[in-house]
Structure formats: C-alpha cells, structure tokens
C-alpha cells in the first residue's frame, strides 16, 4: 500500500542552525501539507502546497519557515534558523484531491530537537 | 473561531468494552477526521466524513451536523487500541483545525 515517507526519522541541531526535513508524498497525490505537533500539545498546520506553490499557511510559518518541491517526489519543509521552540514533531501529509472534504495521508514524522 | 474539542481527554477501559469519544466543533464544518496517533508518534487516518456514519471493522463514525457533533466507537475494545484519538475539522479552507486527543489505554 502507498505511504508517505519522511527523513529522518529524528534530527537534533543546534539553536541558530538550518534544518531541511524531507517527505516523499504518495505518487499521484498532488496536494502536499507539513503539520507540527509540540510535544504534549495539539496537532497544529503549518502550509499547504499545490501546483508548486504555498495555497495557505499559517501564521506558525513566518519567513524562517519555507517549502519546496525540489523534483517530481520530495516535499521539503526549510527551517532557515532554528529557534529552541522549534523543537518539535513534523508531519508530511499528502492528498489526492483538494483538502476540503478529502482524506489526507501522513508520514511518520520527523521528531526536531534544538539544543 | 473555528474550533475543535474532544472529551474525554483520557479514557481506560477493559478488553471488550465498547468505547465512545466525542468531538465537537463550531459551525461550517465541510468535513471531520479521525485519526489515531499512535505511541511512537505516527498518525493514521481512521475516518473522513460530511454525514451520517462509516464503518471499518471495529471502529464506526457518526456525524450529527445538527448538533455539531461526531462521535467515534470502538467495539470490542482490545488492548492494541490503545493509542490518542483525534478529531479534525476542515473549515472550507486547506488547514485541519486539530482537537486535543483523547488518549485511550485498554487493559485486558
């Protein structure tokens, strides 16, 4: 069965440092999401992407935040200089069809740690 | 403001039990998920609907759009149902609006 993938699975770095975490959405998805999740608190969104652009974003996702889809399968969420409360759970989604009223698909996530 | 909300915030049970967590949102919901985060921290997609109820296996989902509410069940619990439940409004625009979770632990 088609999943998402998401590298790593766990990365820690240091406050100030540029952070790339990857996603590989599902082959013949075409709407594309990153979500955090702070640990012990809610699943909040980041930004939704379609047809290789940002179709929303929260207000989370200020200008260090930036996503890309470099080539036909990665999904790359960009933290440009990471902060201690960036430390964080991210997820990768990915949906066939638009958002409203379709079922999305989650990787695993990629747990962020900023010393 | 659109929002979610899920009680209860922490359910045990006994193997077998039926169990049922509740979520509520604020009107102009175009649909509501369900998920199941699991202890490792990955999140699995249960359920999407608009209306009525779906079922897959044990687990069933009804919407009452009336009310503003839907509710998740679990038949014959058993103990590798233990995990945090989540319910997620899509609000006609691309972001899901999380709740809480509601972390169940079923015992046998």
């Known amino acids: 069965e088609p999943e998402v993938t998401q590298t790593p699975s766990h990365q820690v770095t240091q406050m100030g440092q540029e952070v790339i975490l990857r996603c590989v959405p599902i082959?013949?998805?075409?709407?594309f999401y990153w979500y955090r999740q702070i640990l012990g608190q809610k699943v909040e969104f980041l930004v939704s992407?379609?047809?290789?652009?940002?179709?929303?974003k929260s207000e989370i996702f200020d200008d260090q935040f930036s996503v890309e889809r470099p080539d036909g399968s990665n999904f790359t969420l960009k933290i440009r200089s990471t902060k201690l409360e960036d430390s964080a759970m991210y997820f990768c989604?990915?949906?066939?069809?638009?958002?409203?009223?379709?079922?999305?698909?989650f990787g695993p996530g990629t747990r962020l740690t900023v010393l | 403001k659109n929002e979610v909300e899920q009680s209860p915030q922490n359910l045990t049970a006994q193997e077998e039990e039926f169990i049922t967590i509740n979520c509520s949102y604020s009107?102009?919901?175009?649909?509501l998920h369900w998920l199941q985060q699991h202890p490792g921290g990955g999140i699995v997609s249960l359920f999407m609907?608009?209306?009525g109820k779906k079922k897959h296996g044990r687990l069933i989902a009804t919407i009452n759009i009336q009310e503003k509410h839907s509710s998740l069940h679990i038949t014959a619990s058993h103990p590798r149902d233990s995990a945090v439940y989540i319910c997620?409004?899509?609000?006609?625009?691309?972001?899901?609006?999380f709740g809480t979770g509601t972390r169940l632990q079923v015992f046998p």
């Open positions: 989604a990915s949906s066939e069809y638009s958002p409203q009223g379709n079922e999305q698909f």
């Open positions: 082959s013949n998805h075409l709407y």
């Open positions: 992407f379609y047809n290789n652009e940002i179709s929303e």
């Open positions: 009107v102009g919901i175009s649909a």
């Open positions: 609907l608009s209306s």
């Open positions: 997620a409004g899509a609000y006609n625009t691309d972001k899901l609006i």
